[in-house]
């Protein structure tokens, strides 16, 4: 099992310019996030899925679209990148997010991106 | 809202010295508290998770224990490979359960040999 991975794992844009980062899980797993890591923010909630073909937004959504048209990937979109969206960018999944032997998320190892 | 706050924001131990670190929340309805460990450079990876007041789970050199506003999570004779940064979350209950984690800043911990 290779678990969650993400591509790309580094990426530098210009402002304005768009990209799609993509997340994969291998686990099966019902739910799906994506994330962002600022210094001294803590991780944030950007958009998250509870199914195939179901998006809904999380805390900081702004800027940012995502799709989730299999059930082991989920997207996230900037259609145009501002410096404001540098950060590093994780993606997690869980089996189901009710059950109380299934909260754990299990997190991708990051996509650090840069905009200028 | 739910809030998590962790402190301190760095700890620097020698080998063997053993110390705790904490994490506070406010939530409206704690379904679970979680603690993960992140290395530099990669995703955070789980460790615990705690569900209710008074309960502890180790792991190796780690213990997690949690009260109704703050959980611990103590380090027994730290080794150098034990240096990460430790993040403390939680999950609220309510009807959009779609697992959201409210996660802390972290706590950088560093163990000089």
């Known amino acids: 099992n290779a678990g969650v991975t993400q591509t790309p794992k580094f990426r530098v844009l210009k402002t304005g310019q768009s990209m799609t980062l993509l997340c994969a899980q291998d686990?099966?797993?019902?739910?799906m996030y994506w994330y962002r890591q600022d210094p001294g923010m803590g991780l944030r909630l950007i958009h998250y899925s509870v199914g195939e073909g179901t998006t809904a937004k999380g805390e900081v959504p702004d800027g940012y679209n995502v799709s989730r048209l299999k059930k082991q990937n989920f997207l996230l979109g900037l259609e145009s990148a501002a410096p404001s969206q540098t950060s590093v960018y994780f993606c997690a999944s869980t089996k189901i997010a009710g059950g109380p032997s299934y909260n754990e998320q299990f997190f991708g190892p990051g996509t650090r991106l840069t905009v200028l | 809202e739910d809030q998590v706050t962790q402190s301190p924001e760095a700890l620097r131990l020698q080998e063997g010295e053993s110390s705790s670190l904490n994490c506070s929340y406010t939530v409206s309805g704690l379904r679970g508290l979680f603690w993960y460990r992140q290395d530099p450079g990669k995703g955070p990876e789980f460790l615990f998770t705690l569900y209710s007041a008074g309960e502890e789970k180790e792991k190796e050199r780690l213990k997690a224990t949690l009260t109704k506003k703050e959980s611990f999570l103590h380090i027994t004779a730290p080794k150098p490979e034990d240096s990460a940064t430790y993040l403390c979350?939680?999950?609220?209950?309510?009807?959009?359960?779609?697992?959201?984690?409210?996660f802390g800043q972290g706590t950088i911990l560093t163990v000089h040999p």
């Open positions: 686990m099966n797993h019902e739910y």
């Open positions: 979350a939680v999950q609220a209950k309510g009807g959009t359960s779609y697992g959201k984690l409210t």
